[in-house]
């Protein structure tokens, strides 16, 4: 069996929906297990809704009015593109998408409650039942016998809302049980990327972006023969054309590039995308929707440094310095109670440093969980920090492309490894 995987972009309108039929079509006999993620930006959209609903402004009817637009906004979204694949409106699709959108009411309905994470999954999960739905019921339509599985059968994790963590015993058997009979003889199954389902059925997300995450979990419970991801770029390039003019593409990667490159922050797969097929050799291929005759990128076992170096750019970085109020040394002690506090409040080190007294971090700017830790932090360190900076990350470098990435920029701080350098830097004006 192969596993498929379609972001967002993939299905972002009727066009891309009718596209991905087209490439499903150029397998007819294969047994496909399809992942796909919420349409176009839904995720993003559900995530202000869910702010909207959570984070009422005292005193103003105001909040009221944003989350019921944006609720329309997204039921427009989805009716649209709706109308655009069927054009008759008594297609049952209709209803089922009205039936989803009356779980969206009732999800903000009673809102909020104690617990943001645990209501965010709630809402934010049901981008990815809506395109499900939206594209199965096209395919059947298209003449492809697909049909449509909910993941939170089968794929089970603990209760850490927004970062579900994969019980893989469970999801093993369960896969096994319910989802393994189904992928015979030219099968084609549809289901949610991103959502998992805890033992008390409740709904979780893996984490943004997770839907890549879900196509190597269920490559890997199934024994799957490869995973292709389909984006709208031709494979895994050595730089995000968003801020790179020369771009390369690359036709193979190590499973270690692949995932030092996405650990990094090369947006391309998601870093816990790697570890399942690596574990199996599986491989994963990165391929364009828009030209699904090209080969792409393939990441597998073979080892062969890159041809060329990589980069991978962070933009709105802060740049932390901590140091013990009585100029006791950094070491191991102070170590762990700073980790405990970054675990704590969820924020995650991009890269670090330290010398005697001082403790170097640069995270992503995030403003509803830095000042918190700054707050906590700030208890028993001196805390300094720098915002607005860029984290540049280059894997195979060399001192010419570093010299050439930090013209006009000043260099905050710099760590080298044999294949790896990040550099923080403060663009000079
Ligand atoms: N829809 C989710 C997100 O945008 C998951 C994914 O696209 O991989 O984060
Ligand atoms: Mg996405």
Redesign the pocket.
Known sequence: MKVFKF??ASVKDAIAVKNVAEILKRFPKENILVVI??MGKV?NALERLTDAVFYPVKNSADQNITAASILVEIKKFHFDILSELFPSKDHPVFNEINNTFVELDWAIEDVPTENYNYEYDKIVSL??VLSTKIVNAYLIEAGIKSHWKDVRDYIQTDNTYREGKVDWELTQSLVNKLLMPECQNGSVIITQ??IGGTSENFTTTLG?????YTAAILAFTTNAESVTIWKDVPGVLNADPKWFDETKKLDQISYQDAIELAYYGATVIHPKTIKPLQNKKIPLYVKSFLHPEEKGTVINEIQSPLPIPCFIFKVKQVLISISPKDFSFIAEENFSDIFNLFSEKQVKVNVMQNSAISFSVSVDADERKLPDLIKTLQKKYRVLYNDNLELITIRYYDQATIDRVTIDKKVLLEVKSRYTVQLVVKPMD
């Open positions: 972001g967002g993620s919420a995720t981008g990815e990327g991103f943004r972006e997770g839907s890549d």
